[in-house]
């Protein structure tokens, strides 16, 4: 029976609404369980299971209930009632049954086909800045639906969080809540917790950890996925630790030279000293950077955003005859009739009212979620932002994009 008296940091029955339900059956009964582990760390192994009636499979997380001669089964339940309080989130890994033996408990849990994020980096170094962004918003959906919740994930890191599929097109979880903590109000909890790149700051220095404590980890997740490096990393732990608690924080540019500004500004605001100045999961998921990067459509080449204009007065006759002689040239540029020369983007941006940025991540041409939206909403537009174009097969609406540096004239709803 477990203990119903509460443990600091931890949850257990008598805090949370729905208690997790343990087994004590053999396993066995219900599961044909693989010997060999493919996952193992110092207190734990994982195992593919087999669910016997419908065939389905999970991941047996079998975890010893004693630890360096000490009692732990209630951080473990600690961790299953975490899980289970998650179960409805996409980004968290979901539990399915719990078992307990004498000697283990055993979670069996969601199997995420896709593996680790850290086996992404050990191939290739780093991910492409608009997949970091994408992913990372997911991260941070999940470690902000924790954090409602009051529950510090404590361990964010590359090999905590799994993929559903081979990068670029897989969503990701997070996993292993082993040493979360429920963080309340008015008690402080003063742990060395975490992995040693990724620890922050307050940690090391055995001060309160707070929600605070996870953002410090994303911004350092943050710099990894993008770079392939870690910020304060040293030969040593000690020399990591001392990096981090010096904090200073470089974008070398020989790794940083593709790397967005908004990017380096998200990371700057997450790697503070000061965990009440640090961005919450909240507010990062608002930042610029992951809403620029949101936005861009995964065709490739050059995004142009059309900005609806005000109205304009009625035009002159000088102005309509300037107009006809444009419709002329538009029409002309596009059989292919005319020759002339126009300024580039960069120099008619200013006249044109568009805002316009180069894709991060060269993707195959297609429409995104977000344009299909933008069609499908009832929302009202102006005619600039109605305006449909058909060219060289794709169709556009509101966003524009072509692999190629293009000139809109927003007053006809030509492309050149």
């Given at each position: 029976?477990?203990n119903?008296?509460?443990?600091?940091g931890?949850?257990n029955?008598?805090?949370?609404?729905?208690?997790?339900?343990?087994?004590t059956?053999?396993?066995s009964?219900?599961?044909?369980?693989e010997?060999?582990?493919?996952a193992?760390?110092?207190?734990a192994?994982?195992r593919?299971?087999?669910?016997?009636?419908?065939?389905?499979?999970?991941?047996a997380?079998?975890?010893?209930?004693?630890r360096r001669a000490q009692d732990v089964?209630?951080?473990?339940v600690?961790?299953?009632?975490?899980l289970?309080?998650?179960?409805?989130?996409?980004?968290?890994?979901?539990?399915?049954?719990v078992?307990?033996?004498?000697?283990?408990?055993?979670?069996?849990l969601?199997?995420?086909?896709?593996?680790?994020l850290?086996?992404?980096?050990?191939?290739?170094?780093?991910v492409?800045?608009?997949?970091?962004?994408r992913?990372?918003r997911?991260i941070l959906?999940?470690?902000?639906?924790?954090h409602?919740?009051?529950?510090a994930?404590l361990?964010?890191k590359?090999?905590?969080?799994?993929?559903t599929?081979?990068?670029?097109d897989?969503?990701?979880?997070l996993c292993?809540?082993?040493?979360?903590?429920l963080?309340?109000k008015?008690?402080?909890?003063?742990?060395?917790?975490?992995?040693p790149d990724?620890?922050?700051?307050?940690?090391?220095?055995?001060e309160?950890i707070s929600?605070?404590?996870?953002?410090?980890s994303?911004?350092?997740?943050?710099?990894v996925?993008?770079?392939?490096h870690?910020?304060?990393?040293?030969?040593t732990?000690?020399e990591t630790?001392?990096?981090?608690?010096?904090?200073?924080?470089?974008?070398?540019?020989?790794?940083?030279?593709?790397?967005?500004?908004?990017?380096?500004?998200?990371?700057?605001r997450?790697?503070v000293?000061d965990?009440?100045?640090?961005?919450?999961a909240k507010?990062c998921?608002?930042?610029?950077?992951l809403?620029?990067t949101?936005?861009?459509?995964?065709?490739?080449?050059?995004?142009?955003?059309?900005v609806p204009?005000p109205?304009?007065?009625?035009?002159?006759?000088?102005?309509?005859?300037?107009?006809?002689?444009l419709d002329?040239q538009?029409?002309s540029?596009?059989s292919g009739q005319?020759?002339?020369h126009?300024?580039?983007v960069?120099?008619?941006?200013s006249?044109?009212?568009?805002?316009?940025?180069?894709?991060?991540?060269p993707?195959?041409?297609?429409?995104?979620a977000?344009?299909?939206?933008?069609?499908?909403?009832?929302?009202?537009?102006?005619?600039?932002?109605?305006m449909?174009a058909?060219f060289?097969?794709?169709?556009?609406s509101?966003?524009?994009?072509?692999?190629?540096?293009?000139?809109?004239?927003?007053?006809?709803?030509?492309?050149?």
């Amino acid at each position: 029976m477990e203990n119903s008296v509460p443990q600091i940091g931890l949850l257990n029955e008598s805090v949370c609404k729905k208690p997790v339900q343990i087994k004590t059956e053999p396993i066995s009964d219900k599961y044909n369980v693989e010997a060999r582990p493919f996952a193992r760390g110092k207190f734990a192994a994982v195992r593919r299971c087999l669910h016997k009636e419908s065939g389905q499979e999970y991941a047996a997380k079998c975890m010893r209930k004693r630890r360096r001669a000490q009692d732990v089964r209630h951080e473990i339940v600690h961790e299953a009632h975490v899980l289970e309080l998650s179960a409805k989130h996409p980004h968290i890994v979901r539990l399915h049954e719990v078992y307990e033996t004498p000697s283990e408990i055993i979670l069996v849990l969601e199997l995420v086909p896709g593996g680790e994020l850290q086996r992404v980096l050990d191939d290739e170094d780093c991910v492409p800045e608009r997949d970091a962004a994408r992913l990372l918003r997911q991260i941070l959906s999940g470690v902000s639906f924790l954090h409602e919740h009051n529950i510090a994930h404590l361990d964010l890191k590359p090999q905590n969080l799994l993929l559903t599929k081979p990068l670029p097109d897989c969503d990701i979880k997070l996993c292993d809540f082993g040493i979360s903590r429920l963080i309340t109000k008015g008690i402080e909890i003063r742990e060395i917790v975490g992995t040693p790149d990724y620890v922050a700051p307050e940690v090391l220095h055995y001060e309160p950890i707070s929600l605070a404590t996870d953002m410090w980890s994303i911004g350092i997740l943050t710099y990894v996925l993008l770079s392939g490096h870690s910020p304060f990393g040293g030969d040593t732990k000690q020399e990591t630790f001392c990096n981090i608690t010096r904090g200073t924080l470089e974008f070398p540019s020989d790794i940083f030279e593709d790397i967005s500004n908004s990017a380096k500004d998200f990371i700057r605001r997450l790697l503070v000293r000061d965990p009440s100045e640090r961005l919450s999961a909240k507010e990062c998921l608002a930042h610029p950077w992951l809403n620029e990067t949101n936005s861009c459509s995964p065709v490739t080449g050059i995004e142009l955003t059309l900005v609806p204009t005000p109205e304009k007065k009625a035009p002159s006759e000088s102005d309509v005859g300037l107009s006809n002689s444009l419709d002329d040239q538009l029409k002309s540029r596009i059989s292919g009739q005319s020759k002339n020369h126009y300024s580039p983007v960069s120099e008619r941006r200013s006249s044109l009212n568009i805002g316009f940025r180069k894709s991060l991540s060269p993707k195959p041409n297609g429409s995104t979620a977000s344009d299909q939206k933008d069609v499908k909403s009832g929302s009202p537009r102006s005619s600039v932002d109605m305006m449909v174009a058909q060219f060289e097969g794709l169709t556009m609406s509101k966003r524009i994009v072509f692999s190629e540096e293009i000139i809109v004239d927003e007053r006809v709803g030509m492309v050149y």
